[in-house]
Nanobody
Framework: QVQLVESGGGSVQAGGSLRLSCAGS???????MGWFRQAPGKEREGVAA???????VYADSVKGRFTISKDNAKNTLYLQMNSLKPEDTAMYYC???????????????????WGQGTQVTVSS
C-alpha cells in the first residue's frame, strides 16, 4: 500500500516561488511519481512527472519554471515552482502510478495512488 502526504502549499504573489513536498510510504520507489493540479471547474491536469530512472516530463505551461525531483533515501518527491503566475493557482496533488508509456506520464488516469492535495494560490 502507498500513502502520500503533500505539504508546502500557500499563497504567494506573482513572480514568487514555492516548493511542494510529498512524503511517501510504501513501495513508491518503483513507481512513476507525478504532480497534478486541479483548479475549480477544470479537469485535473498533469504538471510534472519523474520515473524510477529519473526521467522527467513537464507540461508546456510550466517548462522552465517548475522542477520536479525526488530524494529516494527520504522517499520524498518535490516540486520547485518559480516565477509563479496567477494561472498556476490550483490544488496540487502528488500521485504514484505505473504508466506504461512515457506519453502517459502526465495522464492522471494512469496513477492509482493520490495524496490529499495542497492548495497553491498566486495573486497578481
Amino acid at each position: 500500500q502507498v500513502q502520500l502526504v503533500e505539504s508546502g502549499g500557500g499563497s504567494v504573489q506573482a513572480g514568487g516561488s514555492l516548493r511542494l513536498s510529498c512524503a511517501g510510504s510504501g513501495s513508491t520507489y518503483s513507481s512513476c511519481m507525478g504532480w497534478f493540479r486541479q483548479a475549480p471547474g477544470k479537469e485535473r491536469e498533469g504538471v510534472a512527472a519523474i520515473d524510477s530512472a529519473g526521467s522527467t516530463v513537464y507540461a508546456d505551461s510550466v517548462k522552465g519554471r517548475f522542477t520536479i525531483s525526488k530524494d529516494n533515501a527520504k522517499n520524498t518527491l518535490y516540486l520547485q515552482m518559480n516565477s509563479l503566475k496567477p494561472e498556476d493557482t490550483a490544488m496540487y496533488y502528488c500521485a504514484a502510478g505505473r504508466p506504461y508509456l512515457y506519453s502517459d506520464y502526465l495522464n492522471y488516469r494512469q496513477f492509482g495512488y493520490w495524496g490529499q492535495g495542497t492548495q497553491v494560490t498566486v495573486s497578481s
